[in-house]
C-alpha cells in the first residue's frame, strides 16, 4: 500500500508499506476516503517548521472500516468514521478528564502524521492502523459527507473548542477572531452556532474574509479597525505573533483569548495588559474525541457546512505534486 511521505522541504514522495492487519484486539484497520491537510501539515512542507523527515504525512480524515480487532463492539466493517489525529487509549485518568492529547499509556506527543511520539503512520495513505478504536473513532452521522466532516480529526474540532471554551464563560457574547489560519474560519461558524451576539473577523487575506462572511462574521481586514472595541472572546487564529498580541488587545478585561496558532519560537506577550484586565488566556493541541459527538450533530443540522472553506479538490495520486503548491485547504478524495 502507498503512504505519502515529507522527506524535507518541498521533497513529498510515496513510501510503499505491506498492508497493516489487526494485531491486537483493540485495533482498527480503516481506508481513508476524504482526507484534509491542517495548516501545520502546509507548514511542515514548506520547510517552516523544526520537523525532520522522512516520515508519514496527514493527520485529517474520514475513513472506511476494513477490520476490526475482537475488543471493538461499538463499530462495525464498512462504518465511516472521523479520525481523531492523537493516539489514546480512552480510559487511562488523563482520557477520562477529557485530554485524550496526553494518554498516560502511549510515548508522549503521541499522533498521526509527525514523529515525534512515534511513527503511528499518516492519513495521506491507502490503509491505517487506529488502536483503541473504540475510544477513538466516531461513526459519521446520518446526512454528514466525508468531505464535511474531513476536518473534523484536528481544525474543526480545534476551532469548536477554542470557541467553546470562551462562550462558556462569557455565553451569549461578542467574539473577535484574528485570522490567517483555516481555524479561523471554522471559529467564525462555530462562533455563530454557538450564540455569540456579534462575530468579527479580521484577516488581509480577500478570500479567507469573504468565507468568513459567509459564515455569518463580519469581516475587516486590519485590527486597527476594531477601534477602541473590546470582545469578551477572541481567538487567535493568526498563526503570526502580531496577530496574537492583537487578539489579547482586543479582549475586554476579564475576557478569554485561545490561541490556536502553533508557535515554534519564544513570543512576546503583553502580560502587563493581560495581567491588569485579568485576561485569561488558554492555549494547547486540541483534544478531538471528546467534542466529536457535538461537532458531527452541529453538521448534521446544516448549523455548520464546512464545505466552503475548502480551496482545492486533489487527486489522492497527485498529492506528491500537488501539495507542493501548498493549496491552503485541499480536499482529498481517495474513494
Not at 524535507?8 to 494485531?23: D, G, T
Not at 477529557?98 to 494518554?103: L, M, R
Not at 485576561?279 to 450533530?297: E, M, Q
Not at 466552503?308 to 485547504?329: C, G, I, Q, V
Request: proline share 8%.
Amino acid at each position: 500500500m502507498r503512504s505519502l511521505e515529507f522527506v524535507a522541504p518541498r521533497h513529498l514522495r510515496w513510501h510503499e508499506l505491506p498492508s497493516p492487519r489487526v494485531n491486537r484486539p483493540h485495533e482498527a484497520i480503516v481506508a481513508p476516503v476524504a482526507a484534509t491537510t491542517c495548516d501545520l501539515d502546509r507548514a511542515v512542507i514548506a520547510g517552516a517548521t523544526p520537523f525532520e523527515g522522512p516520515f508519514a504525512l496527514g493527520h485529517e480524515c474520514v475513513a472506511r472500516i476494513v477490520e476490526l480487532g475482537s475488543e471493538c463492539t461499538d463499530l462495525t466493517v464498512g462504518d465511516l468514521v472521523v479520525v481523531p489525529w492523537h493516539i489514546s487509549c480512552g480510559t487511562c485518568a488523563r482520557c477520562s478528564l477529557g485530554y485524550p492529547s496526553q494518554c498516560e499509556r502511549t510515548p508522549r506527543y503521541a499522533m498521526f502524521g509527525l514523529p515525534l511520539g512515534g511513527h503511528w503512520g499518516g492519513m495521506f495513505a491507502e490503509r491505517i492502523t487506529v488502536p483503541w478504536a473504540d475510544a477513538n473513532l466516531r461513526r459519521l452521522p446520518d446526512g454528514v459527507s466525508a468531505a464535511a466532516a474531513a476536518a473534523a480529526s484536528d481544525s474543526l474540532t480545534d476551532a469548536y473548542d477554542a470557541v467553546r471554551r470562551g462562550l462558556l464563560l462569557h455565553p451569549a457574547q461578542d467574539v473577535a477572531v484574528l485570522g490567517g489560519l483555516t481555524h479561523g474560519l471554522y471559529a467564525c461558524a462555530f462562533a455563530v452556532s454557538l450564540g455569540a451576539a456579534d462575530v468579527v473577523y479580521v484577516d488581509r487575506d480577500e478570500r479567507r474574509r469573504s468565507i468568513a462572511e459567509g459564515f455569518g462574521a463580519k469581516a475587516v481586514d486590519d485590527p486597527r479597525e476594531l477601534g477602541r472595541r473590546r470582545f469578551p472572546v477572541t481567538v487567535d487564529a493568526a498563526g503570526d505573533p502580531r496577530g496574537l498580541v492583537a487578539a489579547l488587545e482586543a479582549t475586554a478585561p476579564g475576557g478569554h483569548c485561545h490561541s490556536i496558532g502553533i508557535y515554534f519560537k519564544p513570543t512576546p506577550l503583553p502580560l502587563m495588559t493581560m495581567y491588569m484586565d485579568a485576561i485569561t488566556f488558554s492555549t494547547g493541541r486540541p483534544d478531538i474525541s471528546p467534542h466529536l459527538s457535538d461537532v458531527l450533530r452541529l453538521l448534521q443540522t446544516d448549523s455548520v457546512d464546512p464545505l466552503a472553506a475548502y480551496s482545492d479538490t486533489l487527486a489522492f495520486d497527485d498529492l506528491p505534486e500537488a501539495l507542493l503548491e501548498l493549496p491552503p485547504k485541499p480536499l482529498v478524495l481517495l474513494d
